[in-house]
């Protein structure tokens, strides 16, 4: 008799269960990121061209609207490339970016606090300043406010040159920062 032997074969449920929480992940990875815009429609060089002054305003709207989720990637970008010497700073932002993850880029359903139900916009500003706010304290304050800065700055230069002729935006779902659920009265 052997007491305490470990069984050498591996249970089939085990992989199976593993293999399936990896599908699940890649598919919400997957769909989470498909809600940003093509790469390639947000850089067709055929639709860049310097707009009126009186143009400016309404393309930076329309394209902020459209390109929202790509916009947020690329200032996330130009702040993870401005940390890359600073250590602790990085590793904040690692986190950050996990919670990014889970409440802005993968999520599923609407987030729903008392009973309200908060729009993408919110999440990102409240992402936003949690992050700066987080990433301040760990005193890289100059290299922060620089990429954040360089960031708008890219973000903005692309939303005024891209022409919006070929756009759609639903301009019902770009509103208000609150929107009631789906199923209660408006106020």
Request: charged share 15%; net charge positive.
């Amino acid at each position: 008799m052997s007491y305490g032997s470990i069984p050498t074969s591996s249970s089939p449920s085990g992989n199976r269960a593993s293999l399936e929480y990896i599908t699940r992940a890649k598919e919400r990875i997957k769909a989470g990121l498909g809600t940003t815009r093509p790469w390639r429609e947000m850089f067709n060089f055929h639709s860049f061209n310097l707009p009126s002054t009186s143009d400016a305003f309404g393309r930076i709207k329309k394209n902020f609207a459209f390109f929202l989720m790509n916009y947020a990637i690329i200032v996330l970008l130009v702040l993870f490339l401005s940390l890359l010497w600073h250590p602790i700073s990085l590793i904040v932002f690692t986190v950050m970016m996990a919670v990014w993850l889970f409440l802005y880029f993968l999520r599923d359903e609407p987030l729903s606090i008392f009973g309200r139900v908060i729009t993408d916009r919110v999440v990102l500003i409240v992402l936003s300043i949690i992050t700066i706010a987080v990433l301040l304290f760990t005193r890289a304050t100059f290299n922060i406010l620089v990429a954040l800065l360089v960031g708008v700055v890219v973000v903005l230069i692309h939303s005024a040159v891209r022409k919006t002729d070929d756009l759609y935006v639903d301009e019902e779902a770009t509103g208000g920062l609150f929107r009631p659920p789906a199923g209660s009265p408006s106020s």
